[in-house]
T-cell receptor
Framework: QQQVKQSPQSLIVQKGGISIINCAYE??????FPWYQQFPGKGPALLIA?????SEKKEGRFTISFNKSAKQFSLHIMDSQPGDSATYFC????????????FGTGTRLTVIP | GAVVSQHPSRVICKSGTSVKIECRSL??????MFWYRQFPKQSLMLMAT?????????EQGVEKDKFLINHASLTLSTLTVTSAHPEDSSFYIC???????????FGPGTRLTVT
């Protein structure tokens, strides 16, 4: 059972455009929502993360929007660049316990020049 | 900060042999380490969670006797794939956490190929 659902599976964006990736979850015990960026043959790198007490977090060109009532969160990449081409994973973890991450299925982003 | 290393980055072994993968947290003490497996173009699948000095907790369907995990210190965890078979070929990634609110920091991964 996929605890975190992610869409789209793949995304092609023109350079300078906005890339938007969406995730949804069901478990209200989740309270930490990170996004990871992964290049081929490399481990995932933490990009940005949010907790439910805020609705938006911005770091440079990357913004997480969080809708607690809808149990949805999304990643927006502004001014997308070819170097942003990678696979992006959303994830969620619970406040207590071993903070296991539940990953989405990933979105392969391609930014074309 | 929060750097995790893995060694080796790539390994090729013959069927029936064992291979050990090391995961180290370089600049922090990892109370918990995690081992994942990733197939091409797929998401990460959690294999097991380990806390320093305790036995690892394995996810359902992961063979404990085949994937031996040792978390000997706060900076080192090892995954040993025993009696490897070609179907064990995969990308193995570890991550580490220094407290439950810190999230996980991932290593660069190890590409295992069993011939």
């Amino acid at each position: 059972q996929q605890q975190v659902k992610q869409s789209p599976q793949s995304l092609i964006v023109q350079k300078g455009g906005i890339s938007i990736i969406n995730c949804a979850y069901e478990n209200t015990a989740f309270d930490y929502f990170p996004w990871y960026q992964q290049f081929p043959g490399k481990g995932p790198a933490l990009l940005i993360a949010i907790r439910p007490d805020v609705s938006e977090k911005k770091e440079g060109r990357f913004t997480i929007s969080f809708n607690k009532s809808a149990k949805q969160f999304s990643l927006h990449i502004m001014d997308s660049q070819p170097g942003d081409s990678a696979t992006y994973f959303c994830a969620a973890s619970k406040k207590t316990g071993a903070n296991n991450l539940f990953f989405g299925t990933g979105t392969r982003l391609t930014v074309i020049p | 900060g929060a750097v995790v290393s893995q060694h080796p980055s790539r390994v090729i072994c013959k069927s029936g042999t064992s291979v050990k993968i090391e995961c180290r947290s370089l600049d922090f003490q990892a109370t918990t380490m995690f081992w994942y497996r990733q197939f091409p173009k797929q998401s990460l699948m959690l294999m097991a969670t380990s806390n320093e000095g305790s036995k690892a907790t394995y996810e359902q369907g992961v063979e404990k006797d085949k994937f031996l995990i040792n978390h000997a210190s706060l900076t080192l965890s090892t995954l040993t794939v025993t009696s490897a078979h070609p179907e064990d070929s995969s990308f193995y990634i570890c991550s580490a956490s220094f407290d439950p609110t810190s999230g996980q920091y991932f290593g660069p991964g190890t590409r295992l190929t069993v011939t």
